[in-house]
């Protein structure tokens, strides 16, 4: 893959890494960048990894939507749109609701789309150079790939509102107060501290962690009664697993289990 691509893409040793590769336009979604991400997650989602990184080039993760493509296309802007989320919306579903855990590593700062592509993770990772803008509203437009659903979900409806009317800027560690993220680390380490979640992540158990990911993501959709039936009917699968076995006799043995 050549490393003009606006996303780059891997598979290595079980771990996939998807990188936003325009660091000149702040990594910016336009319709190239927008179908290159479609493309690479549909080529990750099909290598089933074990685990998945989602990052940006250079200093800046995601700044959203691509405004100098909005400029030159604003005599069909809606169309323009239209055709940048007809892919994108897909596949980033596709990520994220992959049965690996997926891990973003947000290395600076991001607007607009970049929050649905930091936030779509199941561990979001931040550099504290890390900064989040909503931006939409500001240019008279709305949230798109997913961002109105991801951040909902992590500071609830009344929160996500306000972050997207008003577009205030939210530093790193703000962003942890609020638990838009899960841990924000020295801009130097991220590199290193995700791929240490990376190691964890793999020596774990990648049947619980699908079966996790269900039950969690669908969490809010489900009363009580079905949740416990759901739990019920992935509790009875794990048990027949033999992660569960390994897990289990690790356990009585006191050793680390070897899962397959």
């Not at 780059?8 to 702040?26: C, D, G, K, Y």
């Not at 989602?45 to 200093?59: C, K, Q, W, Y």
């Not at 994108?88 to 592509?117: D, E, F, K, S, W």
């Not at 791929?195 to 669908?218: N, T, Y």
């Amino acid at each position: 893959m050549s490393n003009e691509s606006p996303v780059l893409w891997s598979v290595e040793n079980q771990v996939a890494r998807i990188t936003l590769n325009r660091p000149q336009a702040a990594n910016a979604i336009g319709l190239a960048s927008s179908r290159a991400l479609s493309a690479a997650i549909d080529a990750v989602v099909a290598a089933a990894p074990r685990v998945v990184v989602l990052t940006g080039s250079g200093a800046r993760f995601c700044a959203g939507g691509d405004i100098s493509e909005f400029v030159a296309g604003q005599d069909d802007m809606q169309g323009l749109i239209d055709r940048i989320l007809v892919p994108l919306h897909p596949a980033l579903l596709r990520l994220a609701t992959m049965p690996a855990p997926v891990i973003t590593a947000v290395n600076g700062p991001l607007g607009g789309a970049g929050i649905a592509l930091a936030l779509c993770g199941d561990i979001v990772l931040a550099a504290d150079t890390m900064k989040l803008r909503a931006g939409y509203s500001a240019i008279g437009l709305t949230p798109d790939a997913g961002a109105s659903w991801f951040l909902t979900r992590r500071v609830g409806a009344s929160k996500a509102k306000e972050l997207f009317m008003l577009n205030d800027t939210l530093s790193a560690d703000e962003c942890l107060r609020l638990g838009i993220v899960n841990a924000v680390y020295p801009a130097a380490e991220l590199e290193q501290r995700t791929q240490e979640m990376v190691g964890r992540l793999l020596a774990g158990a990648a049947g619980a962690f699908a079966r996790i990911k269900v039950l969690c993501d669908g969490a809010g959709r489900r009363d009580l009664a079905d949740q416990l039936a759901l739990e019920h009917q992935m509790m009875l699968v794990s048990a027949a697993s033999a992660d569960a076995r390994e897990g289990v006799q690790a356990f009585a043995q006191k050793r680390a289990p070897k899962f397959g």
